[in-house]
């Protein structure tokens, strides 16, 4: 009963909190440093962004992630990522940084409490629940990460119907909510 409670204080909070305007997005992808600092960017609020450390993507699973920008409080922007077909910057807090970071190295990841993640240019997915078909977007959003996997068990699983859902990365198999702030059309 608490912890539900606290995550609905945690969902509630947060899409208060969110801003309704939100850049559009492009599918030409950044190549220069200088286009993927700006791209980064355009991932979140700007009271997060203008401090904000940014990254490039590392040329191969488990490197390092390249400085492109240092900033000066705890979050970190991204830029599209490279061999994808769409444009998906994010801004990450420390902890979901790690978590996202160890995933998609392939390691366990190991976090101690909620890591939280902005996507305000949105994301695209494949079929209903993440298989192969049709391709949608998910507009502009944020995403929690927890240490706890049961807690988010329960939640929704479909990403087409507009509503909090949990997804997982590729290839892996922890999970994260996704709460959209907007549809992508409106």
């Not at 599918?27 to 997060?48: H, N, Y």
């Not at 190991?110 to 998910?138: C, N, P, Q, T």
Request: hydrophobic share 35%; glycine share 8%; net charge negative.
């Amino acid at each position: 009963m608490i912890r539900t409670y606290v995550w609905m204080k945690l969902l509630t909070s947060v899409l208060l909190t969110a801003v309704t305007a939100f850049p559009q997005s492009s599918d030409r992808l950044p190549v220069t440093d200088a286009e993927k600092i700006a791209d980064a960017l355009r991932a979140g609020p700007a009271f997060i962004t203008k401090d904000a450390t940014v990254f490039d993507w590392p040329s191969e699973p488990g490197g390092e992630y390249r400085l492109l920008r240092r900033g000066s409080n705890e979050w970190t922007c991204l830029p599209a990522i490279p061999g994808y077909p769409h444009d998906e910057p994010g801004c990450f807090d420390p902890i979901f940084l790690r978590w996202i970071q160890d995933s998609l190295a392939g390691r366990t990841p190991h976090i101690d409490r909620i890591g939280i993640s902005y996507m305000y240019l949105g994301a695209w997915k494949s079929g209903k629940d993440g298989s192969s078909g049709h391709e949608f977007h998910v507009g502009p959003h944020l995403m929690v990460v927890g240490p706890n996997q049961d807690e988010l068990q329960g939640f929704n699983r479909d990403a087409t119907n507009g509503m909090p859902y949990v997804t997982h990365l590729p290839n892996r198999t922890e999970l994260f909510l996704v709460m959209p702030v907007r549809q992508w059309n409106e």
